[in-house]
């Protein structure tokens, strides 16, 4: 899923062959994103696969097993309620993949369309539009997302909207500037001087033409996502017991066992910095390949 | 500013229907300070009060030099930018007072060339999908297979192979773009073209191609052209009758002939001088009539004749009195009150 997005942003694909060509070329060019791409593959498969790869129940509590360090029959050891961390951390893969990717991709989607669109109209319908945005740029992306869940509550669907929110902006000023420079572009005026409707030229004419600067935005917002959601989840406002969440299990084993079953929350931490760490790698890597200056020299 | 004289005298002549009708046309772009609310603190005076007609059948070329409004009133007859002032009537109608609706099926009618082949295209799209789409929104072909085989045959009108419709445009050169540039003009069975220095970027060879076409589909098609360029051998070659501008007004309008074997007009009397004659012996001994100075910017025109801080033969009145464009003779026009 997300290698074929980089194959459809960066260079117009029309045989197996050359996306085959592509991945090997972007594996020689780019070899930690190709490895940031990697442990994504296996975050996702992970995540779409829990059910069969893990033996025990993410909320199954066991009492006869609590606090069980690293051993052969819970690889990770257990947590105070005798939950198998290996499963919950697969779980929780699940929950921060769903929230990250929905959250970037609604968020980034919702941002292009308005970015594009502002650019587009330009004028007083750009102006306000503009200002609405810097108001909620003024927010730190966490403040922003906590007061969303202090007037929703808490809640996964609950934590998507207040991820989402605070991406909208931060994409459509990104896109804005992109779209203003393909605005002044003939073939935008080709499109107005062929009679096409705004909303033809808005979404067949200009959004295809600002995909790059796009798919660097929406890679490096479901990191953000990932590490929000866990922060929110970590600080009570987002996903709730007993939902498996990485942000959950640290806030859960962080305090009362950092001593006595560090293992608690080392895991989760471990997850989450792997799972920020490979999608930072993968976009700085996209950036590069789509980077029109770098890509004509090549 | 006052209002010059020359905008409600139309050059015309009794020949074909007019088809287009530009009349005291104005375009003035705002220059804004202020940060919340903008107020113009000056204008820049891109086309100043120009009227001419376009008759059907006929190519009427709109030279002058960089900067003097030639495409902005291409994009204002287009109705890609809001004209100040003025009216731009097509077949009757005032384009800037109809609606959105109606202004998009006066669109099939009136298409434009432009001059950039590589950037007139959309980057994403295929060949066979940016011929295609002008059809398929305006209805004209709602039938996906016939549109496919338009798309061809119009491949085919413009000298390219029919395969070219599942390329990209990077995968084209700069001469194979611009035929599908016209392509897609053609797409709509336009009767007006605007071909905004539809030439200028091509080198000579394939300049001489283009040019080529685009008079074998006026007469294929009975094609209309406002042909906006700075060549004038082209425009010579190409045009029936020939606007001169100079800082967003018209200076001279003659049949083409006329007017590059009798330029009235100091202006373009230089202009035609500039153009190099093709044999070095003949070339050093002619006389060069060179224009001295810059040209003045737009943003604060000269006043009276907007060419007299350059103007060989000024005299004292030329610096308060606008002149008006006055036919000196059949059908020659002239905006000089010494010519």
New interface residues.
């Given amino acids: 899923m997300v290698t074929t997005t980089v194959d459809d942003g960066s260079i117009?694909v029309t045989s197996s062959g050359r996306i085959k060509k592509f991945l090997i070329d972007f594996y020689r060019g780019h070899p930690l994103g190709a490895i940031g791409a990697g442990i994504v593959v296996v975050m996702l498969l992970a995540a779409i696969f829990a059910d069969f790869i893990t033996v025990y129940d993410p909320e199954q509590i066991d009492f006869e097993s609590m606090l069980v360090p690293p051993n052969w029959a819970h690889p990770l050891g257990t947590d105070n309620y005798g939950r198998d961390i290996l499963t919950r951390v697969i779980y929780g893969a699940r929950t921060a993949l769903t929230v990250g990717f929905v959250s970037a991709f609604v968020g980034s989607f919702i941002g292009l369309v308005l970015g594009v669109a502002s650019a587009y109209f330009g004028g007083r319908f750009d102006l306000i539009f503009q200002r609405v945005m810097d108001v909620f740029l003024a927010f730190p992306l966490i403040i922003l997302a906590l007061a969303v869940v202090a007037v929703l509550g808490t809640g996964t669907e609950n934590v998507i909207v207040a991820i989402t929110i605070p991406f909208i902006p931060q994409c459509a000023r990104v896109v804005r500037s992109s779209a203003l420079a393909i605005r002044e572009?003939?073939?935008v005026?080709?499109?107005?001087?062929?009679?096409?409707?705004d909303s033809?030229i808005i979404l067949?004419?200009m959004v295809?033409?600002v995909?790059a600067p796009f798919l660097i935005m929406l890679t490096a917002f479901v990191g953000q996502a990932i590490l929000l959601e866990a922060s929110l989840s970590y600080l009570g406002l987002g996903v709730q017991e007993p939902v498996p969440a990485w942000g959950l299990m640290l806030q859960g084993g962080a305090e009362e066992y950092a001593e006595s079953a560090p293992w608690i929350a080392i895991f989760p931490g471990l997850a989450i910095t792997l799972g920020v760490f490979a999608f930072n790698l993968f976009g700085d890597a996209l950036r590069d390949v789509l980077d029109p200056k770098l890509r004509s020299q090549q | 500013m006052s209002v010059a004289e020359s905008d409600t005298n139309i050059p015309q002549q009794a020949l074909g229907d007019v088809l287009l009708q530009v009349k005291g046309l104005k375009k003035h772009f705002p220059i804004t300070d202020g940060i919340l609310v903008k107020r113009a603190v000056a204008h820049v005076k891109a086309v100043d009060g120009i009227s001419f007609e376009v008759r059907k059948g006929e190519t009427l070329g709109l030279v002058g030099e960089s900067g003097c409004g030639k495409s902005t009133t291409g994009r204002c007859i287009l109705q890609l930018d809001q004209p100040t002032e003025g009216e731009i009537i097509y077949d009757g109608v005032d384009l800037s007072t109809i609606s959105r609706a109606e202004l998009n099926r006066m669109r099939e009618r009136i298409q434009v060339i432009f001059q950039d082949p590589f950037s007139s295209l959309n980057p994403r799209m295929k060949i066979g999908d940016i011929i295609a789409e002008p059809m398929h929104v305006h209805g004209i072909e709602p039938d996906a297979a016939k549109r496919r085989a338009r798309v061809s045959e119009l491949l085919t009108v413009c000298g390219l192979n029919p395969r070219f419709a599942d390329r990209y445009p990077h995968e084209m050169s700069g001469g194979q773009r611009q035929r599908v540039g016209i392509a897609r003009a053609l797409s709509m069975r336009p009767e007006f073209i605007i071909c905004d220095e539809a030439v200028s970027a091509l080198d000579v060879s394939i300049q001489a191609q283009v040019i080529n076409l685009l008079e074998d589909l006026r007469e294929q098609f009975n094609l209309t052209y406002l042909f906006i360029a700075h060549d004038l051998s082209v425009v010579r070659h190409l045009c029936h009758r020939v606007a001169v501008m100079y800082l967003g007004k018209i200076v001279e309008l003659a049949e083409s002939d006329e007017l590059f074997d009798n330029p009235m007009h100091p202006y373009t009397q230089a202009l035609l001088s500039a153009v190099p004659v093709p044999d070095p012996d003949v070339e050093a001994a002619r006389e060069h009539q060179v224009v001295k100075g810059e040209i003045p910017s737009p943003i604060n025109p000269p006043p009276g004749c907007v060419f007299h801080t350059r103007c060989p033969k000024a005299v004292a009145s030329c610096q308060t009195d606008v002149p008006s464009l006055r036919e000196l003779r059949p059908g020659h026009w002239v905006a000089c009150t010494e010519a």
Avoid: L, T, V
């Fill in positions: 117009e572009i003939p073939y005026d080709a499109a107005r001087a062929c009679g096409f409707s033809r067949r004419h295809p033409n995909m």
